[in-house]
């Protein structure tokens, strides 16, 4: 290093950059917790760490100044000069030159002190007040103390005309330095001789520059470009100009254009036009039109092109014009002018009378014109058009119209059938024969209505048909057919012929039943609300609802009329209440007084019935599909119970039909499992009954158990549960079975009591995907950890559930009858059809058609272990065929199965259900009291035994000897099913085979049938 | 029970609500007696003498229900508030406030060791509240009914709702179970009968239902009075119940 230094030459001084820094920073410190603490902000330097002060600014750079680099003040900016004029008012600052001079400037000055610029102060001076404002305010304001310290004449301050301006500016001053007076234009020079004589000069002087001397402008030319102008006048002194300035040239704004915008700075000609309009504005009608040509150009299209001048020695010419505005500027200027009051109509007016006037310079308005608007005559309407439409369909009285009228006939003494006649030909007046068709058929057999078909009173009702159907033809066709003479006028009828509106009256009124005397009145009443409609659609639409309307209405005086159940009146009565509340809506009263000593299922059956038979009314009414409902309505009034076979009625299958269903169980009752908290047991001084049970499962799991619990409910409108439970119980039963087998006791084993509802097939379907997913995978993952194929298929199963459902919700009709508390294995536990879907994959192919042949194998199933064909298959399996074969049990032979067509799992399932289930249920409940109570509580941790158990055994379980008997059963029922396209009736037509072999009730409750067979069968892999 | 012994005139009116009474209770042994109404109080009475004993105020909305513990020593109370209120009788201080309710709270009862205070809600929830412990949470949630439980009954081991939905459902402890009773009809309020076996329901079709509680069976129906919407009437159940 020193060598190093030592060759090298130095010159300068060396920075010292450390002590700099250090030094300054220890400064910037210093200052930066002492006396800079003190100044105000805006005072302190900004500096960087090390003490420099900083640079600011955008890209220059600079230091902060003033205050906050602005040049305002803490309080704002406010000019020196201000004195808030609070403290001292109006109080005058006198303003030295000091004051604007910079400190150092005034520095410096002081330094030098001239004293005689010391006391100069500065003000304005009134030397260069060119207008003289300031000095006339002054003076005013001299004048006005001056009056005041002297008393005047004339009391009040001065006015200002008279107190005139004590100096002149400096303009008028030069002026009158020129020779001007006041008074005097400014440039009028005529009067001055000295001008004169100068203009004199000039002019020869401009004589020699150019001969041209001849430009004389018109004085009122407008002026088409100030410059111009401007320099026009210095240079033609002849300008001829008003005597006298007028000291104000008052020309108010009046329109609404910006200020300084001259809408006719390039049409001067309009100016002139619109202050001649003004003018004319002022006297109404008739106006003056001035002539576009009249304009003081003369130019022919009136336009002088903008932007070039004309010079003052110029003449306008052609290449003056502007070629290229718009033909029609001058329109613009019209539009310009709306601020006018007199409105644009009479401006157009105006415009199309100039034009006609050949307003257009060069154009002629032209003698004739060949444009002619082409016309075309209407179409020619056909003479024998009639102006009315006719609407197809029941009203259409058609040609009885033509048959001439049958004899008046006195009524029959007959007061009731007088008015059902009556009724009745109305309402074929109306609605056409079909009706009356109907109404035959239907009422075959009641005497009442044997006029229909020529027996007593026919006549009557012939005659009364006619006039009705005149009446209506009369009403509907406006053809001025006079009505029969025999017709009374009833006020109604009048006041159709005479156009009256009838009176709204509500249609409410006639489906209440009304007294007999009414309803003639009545009948004429709708019909007259019909025939106000008659000729909108609407009427059309109308017609079933008022048809069925009336109907009950009429049921209320001839229960014979719609008479459904004729052979029971206390049933007919009930019949015509539920007609009632179906129709009428509002809160439902339960079941009146007769049908509380009837069983529910009688009930809930009765209930169907009624539905039906009110939709076959309704549509007979209707008139549509007269035929196979008529028939279906005769089937009910003959039969009254009921074979639903597979026409309109399916359609019935809505909630409310469900619901009513449901509504004649009142009351009933269900059992759920209810879990107290510990500490709710404890304040109730009460033993958990969960004690020692783990709690709850977590959010899903507790949803499936209390599904679980739903199980037991005898709801049929809880469709979707139900679904759901088919699914959950396997967790909770399940267990039970494995239990029994394992332990191979005969333990009494409480089923599960499963009374299965109809399922709504669309909620199972849109609600399988997540209950699908918690609870199918679940248990296959619980009980068949190992097995991976499985739970492969469990994946493909989920993709076939959709069908699965499908198929799965018809087979939902049928229950599990009850269990028999010997039997344990014979539980009717479900095992989740996914399990059994499962156990099939599992074994034979992974089809995914294996949902659907899983079931009917299940059911299959179901028969082999009860039924006599299959006991090979179970023979092969052991002891659980023994536990479960039982084929005497008396509560399987208990109910019927009754399986119906009916495609869809709608209303009819739960009507069966229910009359089994009743049986059922009335046979069954002490078993199910007994599992409520006894099993329940346990069954989590069998359960959980159970798939531990179970996990021992799939593993050999594999290895089944039933498979090729099971798959055999696939096979079929895969075929089965390839044959019935939509309504797997294979699998029903099976299941109705077992039926008839089997204890019917089994097949019945095929579902839970399926879950039990289900777990059999993994039962036998077991084994 | 004849006819005559039935109370046929009016013993004593007790005037002092500003508003609607909404609910009316005696206490255990029938000395006093409760009301509470629209104007946000509770009023203690004494019925037989028609006085007038205290007022307590602080519910922010209508009290729907009070009920005084069997020692007479605390009161509970619902309302319009969404709130449970615990007051203590003598100094007419709120001792504790329940809230969890996601709506109106339609009635609310002690069980027998006032240890435990379950409420019904418009919330379709009953939600049973520990008076010994300081929490304010609830220490049961049943919510299986499916509309607003309207009235609650307790027993020694049993929840009894009435709801809307047409439903009694009886909760029993002892056994970890669920009745449901379902009616079909609204359920507005409901009351045990003396001897605990039945339970009587007005329902919203201005009938009184009375069912048997072990079977479920519906033991008779009262259709005399006419209210669309009948009000609580606990003492005219506790007549009925004891002509029974």
Redesign the interface.
């Known amino acids: 290093m020193d060598s190093d230094e030592e060759d090298y030459v130095f010159f300068g001084t060396p920075i010292e950059r450390e002590e700099e820094i250090t030094s300054r920073r220890k400064k910037s410190q210093a200052e930066a917790s002492g006396h800079l603490r003190t100044l105000v902000p805006w005072k302190q330097e900004v500096r960087d760490e090390e003490g420099r002060r900083r640079l600011h600014g955008a890209f220059t750079g600079g230091f902060s100044a003033g205050y906050y680099n602005t040049v305002g003040s803490k309080e704002g900016w406010t000019p020196q000069t201000f004195t808030s004029s609070r403290k001292n008012r109006a109080e005058v600052k006198q303003q030295n030159f000091l004051n604007f001079l910079d400190d150092d400037e005034r520095a410096e000055y002081s330094f030098c002190s001239h004293s005689e610029l010391e006391g100069k102060s500065l003000g304005t001076s009134s030397q260069f007040d060119t207008f003289g404002f300031t000095a006339a305010e002054f003076a005013r304001k001299q004048a006005e103390k001056e009056q005041l310290q002297r008393p005047s004449a004339i009391p009040g301050p001065v006015p200002d005309e008279l107190v005139l301006p004590a100096t002149e500016s400096i303009g008028v001053k030069l002026l009158l330095k020129m020779g001007w007076r006041p008074g005097r234009s400014i440039k009028d020079s005529h009067t001055d001789s000295l001008y004169d004589a100068r203009r004199e000069a000039r002019k020869a002087l401009l004589a020699f520059s150019s001969d041209d001397a001849k430009t004389h402008l018109p004085d009122s030319e407008p002026v088409e470009s100030p410059h111009e102008s401007f320099l026009e006048h210095p240079v033609n002194d002849d300008v001829q100009s008003s005597q006298s300035t007028p000291v104000y040239v008052l020309n108010p704004k009046q329109d609404l254009h910006g200020l300084g915008f001259d809408p006719f700075k390039n049409a001067p000609e309009f100016r002139e036009k619109k202050r001649s309009r003004l003018s004319d504005s002022k006297e109404p009608g008739y106006r003056k039109t001035l002539l576009i040509k009249d304009s003081l150009f003369g130019f022919k299209s009136g336009k002088a092109a903008p932007g070039f001048g004309i010079g003052a020695l110029e003449e306008y010419d052609a290449e003056d014009e502007d070629v290229y505005a718009p033909d029609f500027n001058f329109e613009d200027t019209y539009v310009q002018e709306d601020e006018e009051p007199s409105g644009p109509s009479k401006d157009s007016r105006k415009k199309l009378l100039g034009r006609e006037q050949g307003a257009l310079p060069g154009f002629i308005v032209a003698s004739k014109s060949d444009y002619q608007l082409e016309r075309f005559d209407p179409p020619v309407v056909p003479k024998d058009f009639v102006p009315h439409h006719r609407f197809p369909g029941p009203l259409e009285a058609g040609s009885q119209l033509l048959v001439p009228p049958p004899p008046e006939v006195p009524p029959p003494e007959d007061n009731n059938l007088k008015i059902l006649i009556e009724g009745v030909a109305t309402l074929v007046g109306r609605c056409g024969k079909l009706f009356e068709d109907l109404s035959r058929e239907k009422n075959q057999s009641n005497p009442l209505f044997s006029f229909l078909d020529g027996g007593k009173g026919h006549d009557y009702y012939a005659r009364k048909l006619w006039e009705m159907q005149q009446k209506h033809s009369d009403q509907t066709k406006l053809d001025g057919k006079s009505s029969p003479t025999v017709q009374k006028m009833t006020a109604e009828s009048r006041g159709q012929l005479l156009g009256e509106r009838p009176l709204e009256r509500s249609s409410r009124d006639s489906s209440s039943s009304i007294a007999s005397e009414n309803v003639v009145h009545l009948q004429f009443n709708l019909s007259d609300t019909f025939t106000a409609s008659a000729s909108s659609v609407s009427c059309i639409l109308s017609v079933p609802i008022i048809l069925f309307k009336l109907i009950t209405s009429l049921l209320g005086i001839f229960p014979e009329v719609a008479k459904p159940f004729k052979d029971d009146p206390a049933r007919q009565e009930r019949f015509e209440q539920f007609l009632k509340e179906k129709y009428q809506g509002g809160l439902r009263t339960t079941d009146s007084g007769g049908a509380t000593n009837m069983s529910e299922a009688a009930r809930a059956r009765e209930r169907l019935d009624f539905e039906a038979a009110a939709e076959a009314i309704q549509k007979g009414k209707s008139g549509e599909e007269s035929l196979l409902t008529t028939q279906q309505f005769v089937g009910f009034s003959a039969a009254g119970g009921l074979q639903f076979t597979s026409g309109g009625t399916e359609q019935v299958k809505d909630v409310q039909a469900e619901d009513l269903t449901a509504k004649k169980m009142y009351p009933r009752r269900e059992e759920f499992q209810w879990r107290p908290s510990p500490i709710l047991c404890k304040r109730f001084d009460l033993i958990d009954p969960y004690m020692g049970k783990p709690p709850p499962a977590p959010r899903m799991r507790s949803k499936v158990d209390s599904l679980i619990f739903m199980s037991d409910s005898i709801e049929p409108t809880k469709s979707k549960q139900s679904v759901k439970n088919l699914y959950s119980v396997p967790q909770s039963d399940a267990p039970e079975v494995s239990k029994g087998v394992a332990d191979k006791d005969t333990e009494v084993e409480v089923e599960v009591e499963n009374v299965e509802r109809p399922v709504d097939l669309y909620k199972a379907i849109f609600s399988d995907d997540s209950d699908d997913e918690a609870e199918t995978v679940n248990p296959n993952k619980v009980e068949y950890p190992e097995k991976k194929i499985e739970v492969a298929n469990t994946a493909l199963n989920h993709l076939i559930a959709g069908d699965f459902l499908e198929s799965l919700g018809k087979e939902l009709g049928l229950e599990v009858p009850p269990e028999l508390p010997y039997s344990t294995s014979k539980a009717r536990t479900h095992a989740p059809e996914k399990e059994a879907a499962d156990a099939n994959a599992g074994k034979a192919s992974i089809l995914p058609a294996e949902k659907k042949p899983s079931m009917s194998n299940v059911v299959s199933g179901t028969s082999i272990d009860q039924g006599v064909p299959d006991q090979r298959g179970a023979a092969q399996e052991g002891e659980t065929l023994k536990n479960e074969s039982t084929p005497g049990n008396p509560f399987n032979s208990g109910g019927k199965y009754t399986d119906t067509e009916t495609g869809l799992s709608g209303y009819k399932p739960g009507k069966v259900n229910w009359e089994k289930t009743k049986e059922n249920v009335k046979s069954k409940s002490p078993s199910r009291r007994h599992r409520n109570w006894g099993s329940d509580s346990s069954e989590d941790e069998r359960s959980r035994k159970r798939s531990r158990r179970q996990r021992y055994r799939s593993s050999d379980s594999y290895s089944d000897s039933s498979g090729d008997h099971r798959d055999r059963h696939h096979s079929r029922s895969r075929r089965r099913k390839k044959e019935s396209s939509r309504e797997k009736s294979s699998s029903r037509r099976k299941h109705h085979e077992h039926s008839g072999r089997d204890s019917p009730s089994r097949s019945r409750y095929s579902t839970e049938k399926e879950h039990s067979e289900g777990k059999k069968e993994k039962k036998k892999w077991r084994d | 029970m004849s006819i005559s012994d039935l109370p046929r005139k009016e013993a004593t009116v007790l005037k002092g609500h500003e508003g609607a009474v909404l609910a009316a209770r005696f206490n255990g042994d029938g000395n006093y007696c409760l009301s509470c109404g629209k104007d946000r109080t509770i009023r203690l009475w004494n019925p037989h003498r028609g006085i007038h004993i205290k007022t307590y105020k602080s519910h922010g909305r209508e009290v729907r229900d009070v009920h005084v513990t069997p020692d007479n020593s605390k009161l509970i109370s619902c309302g319009g508030d969404r709130q449970l209120f615990y007051w203590d009788v003598s100094t007419g201080r709120v001792i504790r406030k329940f809230r969890g309710h996601d709506s109106e709270v339609n009635a609310v009862k002690f ?3 006032a ?2 205070v379950v409420s019904a809600g418009y919330d379709r929830s009953l939600r ?1 509240w ?1 008076c ?1 412990s300081h929490s304010t949470e609830p ?2 949630i ?1 919510d ?1 009914f499916l509309d607003s439980v309207m009235s609650v009954c307790l027993t ?2 049993e929840i009894i709702g009435g709801s809307v939905d ?1 439903t009694v459902r009886t ?15 609204p359920v507005n309020c409901i009351s045990l009968s003396n001897d605990g076996n039945c339970v009587l329901a007005s329902c ?2 201005s ?1 009184l ?1 009375l ?1 048997d509680r072990s ?4 033991l008779q129906e009262y259709k005399g009075h006419i209210c669309k919407v009948s009000m609580r009437m606990p003492l005219f159940w506790l007549l009925t119940a004891a002509h029974i």
């Open positions: 069980n027998e060791y240890s435990v049973a520990d010994r220490i049961q049943i299986s020694k081991t047409g909760f029993d402890i002892r056994i970890g179970r669920e009745l449901s009773d379902n009616l079909g009809q919203l079709d009938t239902r069912l079977s479920g069976e519906l």
